[in-house]
């Protein structure tokens, strides 16, 4: 496996991750106090940085720090718009949209003259 395809790979579970210690706490937790909700999100992204933090090392070998991060942003839009409707239940509208493309067309210019 190339070392893009691993950072890949790694940064697609780091996101589901950081998805989950983020936002899941909203649906599940809501009527617990919030410190209960940081703890239980703080031992999730625990799991997040031990695969993210990989993840930027084995990247950095062959992209820049510009090309990790929107390929980071990119990749957590992809994961969140089906997270946000599916397991959030938040609708979708046609500005989420437009903005997707406006982040697509950033992952262009940062990757074009790699």
Same mark, same amino acid.
């Given at each position: $496996?190339?070392?893009?395809?691993?950072?890949?790979?790694?940064?697609?579970?780091?996101?589901?991750?950081?998805?989950?210690?983020?936002?899941?706490?909203?649906?599940?937790?809501?009527?617990?106090?919030?410190?209960?909700?940081?703890?239980?999100?703080?031992?999730?992204?625990?799991?997040?940085?031990?695969?993210?933090?990989?993840?930027?090392?084995?990247?950095?070998?062959? $992209?820049?720090?510009?090309?990790?991060?929107?390929?980071?942003?990119? $990749?957590?839009?992809?994961?969140?718009?089906p997270?946000?409707?599916?397991? $959030?239940?938040?609708?979708?509208?046609?500005?989420?949209?437009?903005?997707?493309?406006?982040?697509?067309?950033?992952?262009?210019?940062i990757?074009?003259?790699?």
């Amino acid at each position: $496996m190339t070392p893009i395809a691993k950072t890949v790979l790694l940064l697609l579970i780091s996101n589901f991750f950081m998805l989950s210690a983020w936002y899941l706490h909203l649906r599940f937790l809501s009527h617990k106090p919030w410190y209960l909700a940081a703890l239980v999100s703080w031992g999730i992204a625990f799991f997040e940085y031990s695969v993210h933090i990989p993840a930027n090392r084995i990247g950095h070998t062959e $992209m820049t720090l510009f090309q990790l991060q929107i390929l980071q942003i990119g $990749m957590s839009l992809l994961l969140f718009i089906p997270f946000a409707l599916f397991i $959030m239940n938040q609708p979708f509208k046609t500005d989420y949209y437009w903005a997707s493309i406006c982040l697509v067309c950033a992952a262009y210019f940062i990757f074009r003259g790699a």
